[in-house]
Structure formats: structure tokens, C-alpha cells
């Protein structure tokens, strides 16, 4: 089965400093898909980044870009310049086709500092 | 404006009797799934469908019903709730698979309370 770890529950960072958030996984596929969600207070859902595993290059959007060890089998969130608005849940998921399903990790909880 | 209708947001109710969570989506989406999300546990899927023709389990189907005779709407039915369904739930949408470029669309959010 399909799991997805995320070790740190807590995670505090100083505003405009960087923070790098852990995610494990754990699949015998090749082809799969890994996301990173934020989730404010306001308790929305909301898409920060996408990965897909054929492609070796790691995604970047904006301050938040992944580091994605295939082989190692961990997908890294890196937040760069954080801001007071960074400040949120942050869900690790995978998603494998031949499933059909969305698996999330535990989540981290992430403080920005003033 | 493009979005995924959770009705109620708030519900407390009692052991045994029947509710149904609305969920609707204006953009034509062929993907909707259900989640309920758990202190220390993250999102976990309760059902997905992949369009009006295909509905299957998630992780974590016991206690609850979907259909999806349309394609706009999602609604999660629970026969006879137990407190151990108290929870948040979060219906989604997304054009297609999240294989897609297409991002998944997120409800609001319905907070149950099962007594």
C-alpha cells in the first residue's frame, strides 16, 4: 500500500527566511504523482505545487519549489522569502493512475515569525 | 466564479439518523472525491468518481454512501452515523484525474458532529 510520511508536525520560520518542509513516500510504481497543499486557517485546499515522477527536473512556483529524490523516494517543499500569509497546514499527497487515489500525509504545521 | 458547494458547513446530529452532504460544482468537472480530514490523521478519501458511470472506494468507505447521477453534483450520505465519524469533510472536483494539469477544485469544508 501506498503511504505517504510527513515526520514534522510543527515547523516555525522567521519571515523572508527559507524553511524546507519533509515528505516520504513510500510505492513500488515508476509512475505516479506527488502534490503539495496548503491549507490557511480558513481552512481552504489550495494547490501550491505539482511533481510528476517521469519528470526529473523539480518543480518551481514562484517562492516554493520541490526537491524531488525519486530514489530516495522524498519530495521536499522548500519556501523561500517566507511570508506572514505562508503561514498554514501543508499537506504531502500521491497519486497513483492506476488507483485512482489522492493519499495524503499527516500534514505540518507551519508558523511564520515576525 | 468557478466553485465547489459544500452544503451544510456546520451540522451537529445524533447517533442513527440519517444526513446527506451536498456537494455541487459549476465547472463541469468529471472528477469529484470526498475526503474527511482528522486531527494527526491528514485527508483521508472516502469515495471518488471518475465521471457519472464510474464511483469507487477510497481509503476509508465504511459508514458511507455516494452517488453521482449527475455530473455536477456528489452528494455523501451517511445511513446511520456514529460519533466516530465526527469530522471535517472536503468534497473536491477537477476536470479530470489529479493526473491532470488541472488542479483539484476544494469545497469549504463541512464540519459534522455526530453525538
Known sequence: AQTVTQSQPEMSVQEAETVTLS????????????FWYKQPPSRQMILVIRQEAYKQQNATENRFSVNFQKAA??????????????????FCAF????????????GTLLAVQP | EAQVT???RYLITVTGKKLTVTCSQNMNHE?????????????????????????????????YKVSRKEKRNFPLILESPSPNQTSLYFCASSLWAPTSNQPQHFGDGTRLSIL
Open chain 1, 23 to 34: 515528505c516520504t513516500y513510500d510505492t513500488s510504481e515508476s509512475d505516479y504523482y506527488l
Open chain 1, 73 to 90: 523516494k522524498s519530495f521536499s517543499l522548500k519556501i523561500s522569502d517566507s511570508q506572514l500569509g505562508d503561514a498554514a497546514m501543508y
Open chain 1, 95 to 106: 497519486y497513483r493512475g492506476a488507483t485512482n487515489k489522492l493519499i495524503f500525509g499527516t
Open chain 2, 6 to 8: 459544500q452544503n451544510p
Open chain 2, 31 to 63: 472528477y469529484m472525491s470526498w475526503y474527511r480530514q482528522d486531527p494527526g490523521l491528514g485527508l483521508r478519501q472516502i469515495y471518488y468518481s471518475m465521471n457519472v458511470e464510474v464511483t469507487d472506494k477510497g481509503d476509508v468507505p465504511e459508514g
